[in-house]
């Protein structure tokens, strides 16, 4: 790969984590800060769908392996929760419904680990976009 393309993946992979790093934060949030953040439109879904995409950056040479290895868990950990609890659609009564679900517990309990173990990243992704 030459140093331009090195380059545009470096910055493909800053950009997605710092999207990623908005979910995980945001999973980690109690189920009424998560609705009302999230417009009370399919949060359950998108919550779920954004937080699982961070098995994407595994193996690309950016994180260390114990930052991997929370991405995996979680990724594994996503799919307890029930497929009935994504079909909540919009309003505030349906997705706080969805959010309350007791599946989703141990997975705010995770993110904020995760969010601990990535911290070190989180830094220099932060430097390296300018935030």
């Not at 790969?1 to 470096?10: G, K």
């Not at 800060?33 to 937080?51: H, I, P, R």
């Not at 991405?71 to 349906?94: F, H, I």
Request: proline share 3%.
């Amino acid at each position: 790969m030459d140093d331009a393309s090195l380059r545009a993946d470096e910055e493909g992979f800053h950009s997605a984590y710092r999207v990623f790093l908005d979910a995980l934060r945001m999973l980690g949030s109690t189920a009424a800060e998560q609705c009302e953040s999230m417009g009370d439109f399919n949060v359950a879904w998108e919550l779920k769908d954004d937080t699982k995409a961070g098995k994407y950056f595994v193996g690309r040479g950016y994180l260390n392996a114990e930052q991997e290895a929370w991405l995996c868990a979680l990724a594994g950990a996503l799919d307890a929760v029930p497929a009935q609890v994504l079909q909540a659609g919009s309003g505030r009564e349906n997705n706080l419904a969805a959010m309350s679900h007791p599946s989703w517990i141990p997975l705010r309990v995770m993110a904020s680990h995760a969010l601990e173990a990535l911290s070190p990243f989180t830094t220099e992704n932060s430097k390296f976009l300018g935030l």
